[in-house]
């Protein structure tokens, strides 16, 4: 199964429905629209990710937010360097315009506001990968990431 690895909190965010269009620089390719991929965890949480939590919080509505990313932690946002969840790939768009953080328009007619516009980067050219019939796993599986998009045998 095509599988992507991300960074948390991100992966927790698509994991917990909360997030369901993942931003990247480069194209799906198109054999794996229409198909279930696997969202993967990196091990590491990038210094983005722990600057990004406070807002994340926020946005999310959690109150009792402590400023740092170990309540995150404490709260199960891990783990980490496992596959939690599948999904399927129903489209793979062009960023074609933004808004100053107000809103993002895709090339198939989609506006994106809100949570959803802070939850990725939706600058000019980017692509929007937009997810459907997100699935966590009961259990998390171990597995070695990579970057880009690899292939996982679990």
């Known amino acids: 199964m095509k599988t992507i690895t991300l960074w948390q909190p991100w992966a927790l965010l698509i994991t917990k429905g909360d997030k369901k269009i993942e931003t990247r620089s480069w194209k799906a390719p198109k054999e794996l629209i229409g198909k279930r ?12 990710g722990k600057k990004m939590c406070r807002v994340f919080a926020r ?14 932690l404490e709260r199960g946002v ?31 007619g989609m506006t994106v ?26 259990e998390p599986i171990p597995a070695k990431g990579m970057q880009k998009l690899w292939n996982w045998e679990g």
């Open 37 to 48: 991929m696997a969202i993967h965890v990196a091990k590491k949480m990038p210094i983005l």
């Open 78 to 108: 891990g783990p980490f360097g496992r596959v939690v969840a599948t999904a399927k790939l129903v489209a793979c768009v062009r960023v074609i315009g933004n808004t100053d953080d107000e809103q993002a328009d895709l090339e198939n």
């Open 113 to 138: 506001k809100g949570n959803e516009l802070a939850f990725g980067d939706y600058s000019l050219g980017r692509y929007a990968w937009i997810l459907e019939d997100i699935q966590p796993l009961e």
């Open 59 to 72: 946005l999310l509505g959690i109150k009792d937010y402590t400023g740092s990313w170990f309540y995150y």
